[in-house]
């Protein structure tokens, strides 16, 4: 039966007919169906519509039978409505969208092949939106499901790939343009600056969705992007309507770091492997050489993500999405930090533990700041360790359900928190304490490396046992000291320093 077959017979008696018209119908075409009788159920008032706006998430299960997807929905068309109202023509038009968005994620799962990536049985996230909150733990939930299914922690540690490493990045593309969505649909007056910067104000057609989600420079490691951004560059538009500048000499640059990684990262894993952590020599050491070794365990460690990053950001340079604007110098020089996702210096000699998601995986920084620190922070009232504490779990979870993950998180919270405390003394030394304050820098810069290092042990071993292991064997330094330095912060209360008057009026 051909989609167009199926449509009419839906669209003439869509409640009776809706099981066995799709049963009989390839994937796609089902798909297709489902979203004819959806949408024009909404515009001919054939439908309980209160029941249809709640049609947020569905999850297609490969290879389970066609009917399944198709009988829920039956349900939610029967069932008696819960009002007689009509929708407004505002959420008439969003939850048509919605359902558009829905066929565009079925289509996106099923026709676009990465099915076949997956083992029997595997979900495929269809995200995109009933109401204001579905999609976010929905894609959440199933990335989480992926990460137990392939238990992805130990093939990385073999130095092996699956296909998490595509989810973690799609699943923050999913989000993203849902929730860019919804903010097109209301007013400009209640959204940050960053809100109406990538607010989306029309629905993107499947072809630009599928092209945005499966970009094929971002899909395994990054960065992640905004799909407003990468509208306008598809289109011509924003910054690259006029004149591209040439990304020869960017691209280059990005892929000789990547070279000097790798070679750093190959002559340095040797020395330092991580399964010293459970030998005996390693409790056989004396404390500063344990504590030196997590620091050099780390230091090498990182190096395989400065590779994959520049590669990644070589690949969007030269195809000229990387550009990002021009300097304001005379003559003006080209940017291409779109896509640069890590500051190696930047992390290496951080001043303060608060720079670090400023230069290391700067893309999902910057991403889980606007998708989920901004949003936990209720109108006319500051952020607090609860919001960070919420952001860092989020990104947790994100990576993997690994014991090693969480805990680091955690630990990356306590982290930032004691080096804002330390932060805060220093600003309120006064002017003519100089050499206390370059004192009080140089400890904050030596208490993130200490904490930094000594964290990054669980994202590294990832299981419970050789986390806590390695995090006795130093004594819990690292944990205890951040949590000394926030105790200490209710007690020594340092006052406001004095703002000069340019600092006032910015």
């Not at 110098?329 to 996702?341: H, L, Q, V, Y």
């Amino acid at each position: 039966m051909s989609p167009s077959m199926a449509s009419r017979k839906l669209k003439r008696n869509p409640h009776a007919q809706l099981t066995n018209a799709c049963g009989r119908l390839s994937a796609p075409h089902a798909a297709y169906s489902l979203y004819v009788l959806t949408s024009q159920s909404i515009l001919n008032n054939s439908s309980p519509r209160g029941q249809i706006r709640n049609l947020n998430v569905l999850s297609w299960s490969s290879p389970a039978p066609q009917a399944t997807i198709f009988e829920q929905v039956l349900v939610l068309l029967q069932s008696p409505p819960n009002r007689e109202n009509k929708l407004s023509e505002f959420e008439t038009q969003r939850t048509e969208s919605t359902l558009k968005l829905n066929h565009g994620l079925i289509g996106h799962g099923v026709n676009g092949g990465i099915d076949r990536g997956f083992r029997r049985g595997a979900e495929i996230p269809l995200v995109l939106r009933g109401d204001d909150s579905s999609e976010f733990p929905m894609a959440i939930r199933t990335e989480s499901n992926r990460h137990v299914y392939y238990m992805s922690g130990d093939a990385w540690k073999e130095g092996g790939i699956d296909a998490t490493g595509a989810l973690m990045v799609l699943t923050l593309k999913v989000i993203s343009c849902a929730i860019n969505y919804n903010d097109g649909l209301v007013t400009e007056e209640n959204l940050r600056e960053a809100q109406k910067k990538n607010r989306l104000t029309r629905l993107p057609s499947l072809i630009e969705y599928i092209g945005y989600c499966l970009c094929c420079g971002s899909h395994f490691a990054g960065p992640v992007y905004e799909i407003k951004d990468y509208l306008e560059w598809t289109e011509r538009k924003g910054i690259w309507s006029g004149p591209w500048p040439s990304p020869y000499a960017a691209t280059l640059r990005a892929i000789l770091q990547a070279g000097v990684c790798m070679a750093l990262y190959l002559y340095l894993v040797p020395q330092y492997p991580l399964t010293r952590f459970t030998e005996p020599i390693y409790q056989e050491w004396g404390f500063w050489k344990r504590l030196s070794y997590q620091y050099m365990a780390g230091f090498t460690a990182r190096w395989k993500y400065y590779f994959i990053w520049s590669i990644s950001e070589a690949s969007i340079i030269i195809c000229g999405l990387g550009f990002s604007g021009w300097t304001e110098s005379s003559p003006p020089k080209p940017k291409w930090d779109r896509a640069k996702n890590v500051d190696i210096l930047g992390v290496e000699f951080a001043k303060s533990a608060v720079q670090i998601p400023l230069v290391w995986n700067i893309q999902v920084s910057t991403w889980l700041r606007h998708y989920v620190y901004d949003r936990l922070i209720q109108n006319g009232k500051k952020p607090g360790f609860f919001q960070l504490l919420a952001t860092q779990t989020v990104s947790a979870v994100w990576h993997g359900l690994y014991p090693g993950y969480i805990i680091f998180f955690v630990q990356s919270a306590l982290m930032i928190a004691g080096s804002r405390v330390i932060y805060r003394w220093q600003q309120a030394l006064p002017p003519k304490m100089e050499l206390v304050k370059k004192i009080m820098v140089f400890l904050n810069f030596a208490y993130t490396v200490l904490v930094l290092n000594y964290s990054c042990v669980g994202f590294m071993v990832l299981s419970l046992h050789e986390t806590i292991a390695s995090y006795g064997s130093v004594y819990y330094i690292g944990t205890i000291i951040p949590i000394v330095l926030i105790l200490l912060s209710y007690v020594i209360k340092p006052g406001k320093p004095a703002r000069s008057k340019t600092r006032k009026d910015e």
